[in-house]
């Protein structure tokens, strides 16, 4: 007799489903990016230039904070298993390994697992997920740092948390933004925003430079 091999249901935007029946759904969708948020399925839109350039701003200064940082891992739309109900892609991602005191770790399958202690989102088409749920979500994980890419409202917000909330950094006298877990990571946001691409990376080798 022969046995039909059940098929594995699709996501779909809107299901609501466990972590774990959302990875057995979208490990079976190969070249579909999904994130599961408090519960949740989203599924991703085509990625635009305007979404496409600043990600790569930012990726090039955590990157190379990354590259000057002994310990450090930044990583490029990963898997982060945040929670039960949680399992967000971030844009970016930049982590303490657990080698220099990290509380992350890797699962057999190769995501992160756990809170990093900081993530990026850019938000272009995603805005009003990225400031509200996944916001929530990863101020539930206990993620240290959240930095916002406003795309449409031309602004980056840079939260931290401090007493159960996440509250913004603010620039210093000199204009630059500083990781209060990251020494020597230090952003001038109004560079990144204007695509003074130069004078931003500038200002954060210096940074690096000058470091204890």
């Known amino acids: 007799m022969s046995v039909v091999k ?11 489903l466990t972590r774990d029946e959302f990875e057995h759904r979208y490990e079976a969708m190969p070249g579909v990016k999904a994130e599961l948020i408090e519960g949740v399925v989203y599924m991703a839109s085509p990625v635009t230039f305007n979404h496409g350039r600043p990600h790569s701003w930012l990726q090039s200064l955590l990157g190379y904070y990354a590259i000057q940082t002994r310990g450090t891992e930044c990583v490029n739309n990963t898997t982060v298993r945040l929670a039960t109900k949680s399992e967000p892609q971030p844009d970016l991602t930049l ?23 900081l993530v990026v989102e850019i938000a272009y088409s995603t805005a009003s997920l ?3 749920a996944k916001k929530r979500a990863y101020l539930a994980a206990g993620v240290d740092e959240y930095i916002l890419y406003r795309v449409e409202g ?24 500083r990781s209060r877990v990251f020494p020597g990571l230090a952003l001038d946001l109004a560079a990144i925003l204007r ?18």
């Open 154 to 177: 031309e602004a980056i917000d840079w939260f931290h948390i401090e007493n159960g909330a996440y509250e913004p950094l603010a620039a210093a006298a000199d204009g630059l933004t």
């Open 195 to 212: 695509g003074d691409m130069q004078a931003a990376v500038a200002r954060l080798q210096a940074e690096i430079a000058g470091r204890a």
């Open 6 to 16: 059940a098929r594995i249901p699709i996501l779909h935007n809107g299901d609501e």
């Open 130 to 132: 990225d400031a509200k």
């Open 95 to 117: 982590l303490i390994l657990p080698s220099h005191g990290g509380r992350t770790t890797l699962s057999r399958k190769g995501y992160v697992e756990g809170a990093p202690e």
